[in-house]
């Protein structure tokens, strides 16, 4: 998408870019990829933190700049605002909410007066609002609120924009859903190290350890399965695999333990290849979570031919529309029951390729890329108003 047949100068800016962004990265570094590959320039704006040289070389083509902070828990790095100062984008897509990126994204966009473009990543669920619910509402009147109103665009998943608009919202909001890439199914992948070649079948759960994402529920649910189906969990396991956010991962474990769950295999952060490998060797997926905005690790569990059951909260409708997933909730005996009934089945090879088949027709990264590039190319007056924009 160019402007007068200019290429866009655009900007993506985020409080990490490294893997302690979770799920966001993987967006960010997508959209990167796909709007380079189109001929126009990306620079990403980050804040330093303990993953962030470790990943940078993964941003390829594209060289993020990386502030140092003074304020760590806030992301405090007024070399992001200055950094932006001598940019000449023509657009910013701030990923992320609450945090000083947005402080140096509205003095960006006062200064320059061209549009930003807000992913709000889920942030503004009624969960997410309801954790850390005083800082969030102390950040909403010093600078939040303010940034979010002046977007140009709010970007979101369909699900979230009764959330947006709960919380005050006006603006024109892009209903543009993430992505994944297909890997290839004839590529064999080594087996982790840390999973048993016994004959099991796994059941992953992989993503940040956090108590959204309902860890201690599905531990409960599992919990209930091995006691109440046990020719079910004599064929299963559940790996959680993720990195620790905040500190929960030894809670969970300790959790594992006292139900002694001793076969619940907690492997730590997987990541590139090891992320890669984990999906291959899995035979499903569970994401039992009180609140998402669109995640990558459903998309990327489907794109792996995986069945998903996840919560109606992941808010990726279409799954349920396709018979791509089965809906669990977080009641630990009502997912007990759910995952008893359908582990034990024959259908799980159907839904998995359900699944792909989705990723295949309504998530690829270069038709996301499409609809927002053109989004862009509407806000700078070059174009018309896409179907995915709304007004109201």
């Known amino acids: 998408m160019t402007i007068d047949q200019t290429p866009l100068s655009i900007g993506i800016v985020c409080a990490s870019l490294s893997r302690a962004a979770g799920g966001i990265l993987p967006i960010m570094q997508a959209h990167a990829s796909q709007f380079t590959a189109r ?18 070389a993964s941003w390829a083509p594209v060289s993020p700049r990386i502030a140092a902070p003074i304020v760590k828990r806030f992301a405090y790095a007024p070399a992001m605002a200055r950094d932006l100062d001598q940019a000449s984008h023509h657009i910013l897509h701030q990923h992320g909410l609450w945090l ?3 402080v140096a994204v509205s003095r960006w966009r006062r200064r320059t007066g061209r549009p930003v473009v807000i992913s709000t990543q889920g942030m503004l669920e009624p969960w997410a609002l309801a ?4 800082k969030k509402k102390v950040a909403a009147a010093l600078f939040e609120r303010a940034n979010l109103s002046s977007a140009a665009c709010i970007h979101c998943s369909e699900a979230e924009v009764p959330g947006i608009r709960a919380f005050g919202l006006r603006n024109p909001v892009a209903v543009i859903p993430n992505g994944a890439s297909l890997p290839d199914p004839t590529l064999r ?22 108590p959204k994402k309902g860890i201690k529920e599905s531990l409960d649910a599992w919990s209930v399965l091995r006691t109440q189906a046990p020719h079910v969990a004599a064929n299963w396991r559940l790996v959680v695999a993720g990195w620790d956010d905040g500190g929960h991962a030894e809670a969970f474990i ?22 890669e490998a984990a999906f291959a060797h899995a035979d499903a997926f569970l994401l039992g979570s009180y609140s998402e905005g669109f995640p990558m ?31 669990v909730t977080t009641a630990p005996a009502s997912q007990a029951h759910v995952l008893a009934q359908h582990l034990a089945g024959p259908d ?24 927002l590039l053109s989004t862009y190319a509407w806000l700078l007056g070059d174009g018309s108003r896409p179907s995915s924009v709304t007004l109201d």
């Open 100 to 102: 000083y990126p947005s």
């Open 131 to 134: 954790n850390a619910r005083v």
């Open 254 to 275: 300790a959790h594992a333990r006292a139900l002694g769950l001793s076969d619940v295999i907690f492997p730590g952060a997987v990541f590139g290849e090891a992320k």
């Open 189 to 210: 992948r080594p087996r982790p190290a840390w999973l048993p070649d016994d004959g099991k079948r796994t059941l992953l759960f992989l993503g940040r350890l956090h």
């Open 348 to 371: 799980l090879p159907k839904i998995g390729a359900r699944g792909r088949a989705l990723v295949a027709r309504r998530f690829s990264w270069s038709s996301v890329a499409d609809e």
């Open 297 to 327: 690790a459903v998309l990327e569990a489907w794109s792996h031919g995986l069945p998903v059951f996840m919560t109606r909260e992941c808010n990726i409708p279409e799954g349920f529309q396709q018979g791509a997933a089965v809906e």
């Open 39 to 56: 001929g126009n320039q990306v620079v990403a704006y980050g804040v330093e933190d303990a993953c962030s040289e470790a990943d940078r």
